[in-house]
């Protein structure tokens, strides 16, 4: 059975502690770097290496502006209240996929508008290259041993030290490998093909809302938040539900015709 108990500081550099969260971040912003360059050499892409460099930093400031707030909107507002500070502690860990999206995609309207690229261009362009910093966010997880999943006898189950000492479902793995790697897989083998605009994004609606949803069942809920309806409903059900309506929504106007 693991017990996670790792440091959460990797390294300091002239006293200053450099966090492990952080790393995986600039894990997920090098590497969507990386496959927005080779997006751009595939032929007819319309994209020049120029374009990509400065296409990541709307997506790294739509990131970590929009996750942290979202967070804060969606399950930290109760800490908020205590300490206003504690909007700023990133390193804490504390980021909402869904207020990333949102913040990704108010980037991605900001980066058409300058390049007369269209919105969902633009969209369908970002959504391969933002799973890496979706894996790499839930190794940051694993590592601050938060998270954690409902008690379980599973063989697999680790024990989370500030959630006592029974194993449970190591959740931040789960969505590591469902809407880290397996997500990755589909959509990127997707988007390899020329696909009509909008369809791209709609199979990552479609496939990360299921994913999560699915790993919502043995997650446990934010303590401060609990279930939102019936035991069983969490609040990233809640906001992942919307997720796959609209996905669906874009695969038919994708495809209607």
């Known amino acids: 059975?693991?017990?996670?108990?790792?440091?959460?500081?990797?390294?300091?550099?002239?006293?200053?502690?450099?966090?492990?969260?952080?790393?995986?971040?600039?894990?997920?912003?090098?590497?969507?770097?990386?496959?927005?360059?080779?997006?751009?050499?595939?032929?007819?892409?319309?994209?020049?290496?120029?374009?990509?460099?400065?296409?990541?930093?709307?997506?790294?400031?739509?990131?970590?502006?929009?996750?942290?707030f979202g967070y804060v909107l969606f399950y930290g507002w109760q800490q908020m209240a205590h300490d206003w500070t504690f909007m700023f502690k990133?390193?804490?860990?504390?980021?909402?996929?869904?207020?990333?999206?949102?913040?990704?995609?108010?980037?991605?309207?900001?980066?058409?508008?300058?390049y007369k690229k269209g919105f969902f261009e633009t969209v369908d362009?970002?959504?391969?290259?933002?799973?890496?910093?979706?894996?790499a966010g839930r190794i940051g997880n694993l590592i601050n041993a938060e998270l954690w999943g409902k008690?379980?006898?599973?063989?697999?189950?680790?024990?989370?030290?500030a959630a006592g000492p029974e194993p449970r479902h190591p959740t931040p793995l789960y969505e590591f490998l469902l809407e880290?790697?397996?997500?990755?897989?589909?959509?990127?083998?997707?988007?390899?093909?020329?696909?009509?605009?909008?369809?791209?994004?709609?199979?990552?609606a479609v496939c990360y809302g299921v994913f999560r949803m699915l790993v919502e069942t043995v997650r446990l809920p934010d303590a401060h938040i609990g279930y939102l309806a019936f035991d069983f409903v969490t609040m990233g059900m809640l906001l992942s539900l919307p997720l796959v309506l609209v996905g669906v929504v874009l695969l038919w106007l994708a495809y209607r015709k």
């Not at 988007?191 to 709609?202: D, L, Q």
């Open 1 to 68: 059975m693991i017990t996670l108990n790792f440091d959460p500081v990797a390294f300091t550099v002239f006293g200053w502690p450099v966090h492990w969260y952080g790393i995986m971040y600039l894990i997920g912003f090098v590497g969507g770097w990386w496959l927005g360059r080779v997006q751009a050499k595939r032929p007819g892409s319309g994209w020049t290496k120029e374009q990509v460099d400065d296409w990541v930093f709307y997506v790294g400031m739509g990131v970590i502006l929009g996750g942290r």
């Open 90 to 114: 990133i390193w804490q860990g504390g980021m909402s996929f869904h207020g990333g999206l949102l913040g990704v995609l108010i980037g991605m309207w900001l980066f058409g508008r300058r």
């Open 125 to 135: 362009f970002t959504a391969p290259c933002v799973i890496i910093g979706l894996g």
């Open 151 to 161: 008690p379980t006898d599973l063989p697999w189950g680790m024990i989370f030290p």
């Open 180 to 204: 880290g790697v397996l997500l990755f897989i589909i959509v990127w083998s997707f988007a390899k093909k020329p696909r009509p605009t909008m369809a791209v994004s709609g199979v990552f």
